[in-house]
């Protein structure tokens, strides 16, 4: 089976990236596959432009980039999302490959009355936000069921994914980012141990 792991920071030596390919690495440790996007090095171009909304009133076709990156998602089974967590939401680069690529048409469908088809039943999606704060801060202000209510519903669930898990990798006291690369390796190993359409064990 096949992971896309897709991050979005602008510094390649940090955490986030790090954090990315420890994941990647777990994942091909459970002798699975996976591919990092690195959506800043590649240039991803996050604006909704005017073709964009032609796009969702299916007036137009999808530009090249947003079809690439819906080619990429054809050939996952898990699609892992790995960001910093900016102003209590994930970094506008990510944001805007969600608004562009899960277009209306190939992530859902909506008619003219409104009835919905969910397209993306058969994706896996797992979230790994690095956030600054503590836990108490987080906890105070209600982050986990805002970014469950924006994410799993407001985006996987309109489209039928399903989020599978949910990590927010924390500062340590001692500063020590060892443990958060301990805990990714662990993620990408068990991403696929639990098929996600039959909900059983893994053989492979």
């Known amino acids: 089976m096949h ?3 897709v991050t979005a920071h602008p510094r390649p030596e940090s955490l986030t990236h790090a954090v990315a390919a420890r994941l990647a690495e777990g994942v091909a440790a459970s002798g699975h596959t996976a591919e990092i996007a690195n959506l800043a090095a590649e240039g991803f171009d996050p604006r909704f432009n005017a073709n964009d909304i032609a796009v969702h009133l299916r007036q137009a076709p ?3 980039d947003v079809l690439a990156e ?3 998602l054809d050939r996952a089974d898990a699609l892992v999302l790995v960001y910093p967590v900016y102003w209590w939401s994930m970094p ?3 944001k805007g490959w969600i608004d562009r690529v899960f277009t209306n048409g190939w992530a859902y469908d909506e008619d003219a009355e409104g009835r919905l088809a ?3 039943q058969r994706l896996a999606v797992h979230l790994v936000a690095i956030g600054g704060a503590d836990m108490r801060t987080y906890a105070r202000h209600g982050y986990f069921g805002a970014m469950k209510t924006q994410i799993d519903h ?3 669930g309109y489209c039928g994914a399903r989020v599978m898990t949910s990590e927010l990798l924390l500062p340590s006291a ?4 060892a443990r958060h690369l301990e805990t990714a ?3 990408g190993t068990g991403i696929f141990a639990v098929h996600p359409r039959c909900g059983i064990a893994d053989a492979a």
């Open 154 to 156: 407001g985006i996987f």
């Open 185 to 187: 390796r662990g993620l």
């Open 62 to 64: 999808p530009a090249a």
């Open 3 to 5: 992971a896309l792991i």
């Open 92 to 94: 506008g680069l990510l």
């Open 118 to 120: 969910k397209k993306l």
């Open 174 to 177: 001692d500063g020590d980012a």
């Open 70 to 72: 819906q080619a990429r």
